[in-house]
């Protein structure tokens, strides 16, 4: 009997974890509130080296600042160049800690935990940084309403590539719908409760361009590389605007939070 794969765990687990952690620190829910989120994600969490999900619930509570960072190559989100930034590279996004006590301002050797693993396990691996540099100062992608401006922008543009593929009208309307659900849920953020819209739209759309990114550059539309090829620096593009789109709703629940 072969053993069945193991699951992948759904996406943006430290954007989740952060948010949930930062509205308990305010008062807007309970530490269980925060360790079910955990559970949303993965079965086991391990804080590497030695530590459990109560470990974990620790080191992300009470710090002077927390922010979450989304980088990529070619686009290290103002990361500085380290194994830490190499870490979060691979696993798509990290949080930073300034494990300060509350009101410590300027740079300082952050605290990075970068998650990997699977529905069944998730490892966070805990880093210090060489270089110092202000955490706060990593909590701002721009206004959030100019960012949503540029969301909807760019809903439209990936919604046309698709439909320039071959691939996309070989494929039926429901595979499509289908397709693109599935990848849509995968991306979403569970949020605490907020009192910010804007937040939600904006999460909702970048999950939308993921989607999309990922059914196009993943050729689940059945399209040819040469198109794939051609359409490549347009979905790069997407897919850093929906990064940084994400980073801010996300940064900015947590600034929200902390006030």
């Not at 980088?71 to 380290?82: S, Y």
Request: include cysteine; charge should be negative.
């Amino acid at each position: 009997m072969t053993s069945s794969p193991l699951a992948l765990m759904r996406a943006w687990p430290a954007s989740a974890v952060a948010v949930w952690a930062a509205a308990r620190d305010a008062g807007r829910c309970a530490a269980d509130d925060v360790l079910h989120t955990l559970h949303d994600y993965a079965q086991v969490h391990e804080l590497d080296p030695g530590g459990d999900a109560l470990a974990l619930l620790a080191t992300v509570s009470g710090n002077a600042h927390m922010c979450v960072r989304m980088p990529a190559a070619g686009d290290a989100q103002g990361l500085p160049p380290d194994r830490a930034t190499d870490a979060a590279m691979t696993a798509g996004e990290v949080i930073l800690i300034d494990d300060r006590a509350a009101g410590a301002t300027g740079p300082t050797r952050p605290l990075a935990l970068v998650p990997f693993g699977t529905a069944e396990r998730c490892r966070w691996q805990s880093m210090r940084y060489d270089a110092e540099f202000a955490v706060d100062q990593l909590l701002s992608d721009g206004p959030l309403g100019e960012i949503e401006y540029e969301l909807r922008e760019a809903t439209g543009d990936a919604a046309t590539i698709i439909g320039a593929l071959s691939g996309a009208r070989a494929a039926s309307p429901a595979d499509l719908r289908d397709a693109l659900a599935a990848r849509v849920a995968h991306a979403r953020i569970d949020l605490p409760p907020h009192d910010n819209p804007r937040i939600d739209r904006v999460l909702a759309s970048s999950a939308q361009i993921d989607a999309i990114v990922s059914l196009t550059g993943a050729g689940a539309l059945g399209d040819s590389g040469s198109q794939v090829a051609s359409a490549d620096d347009q979905l790069r593009r997407l897919s850093a605007l929906s990064r940084r789109a994400r980073s801010a709703a996300v940064n900015t629940l947590i600034v929200e939070y902390s006030r």
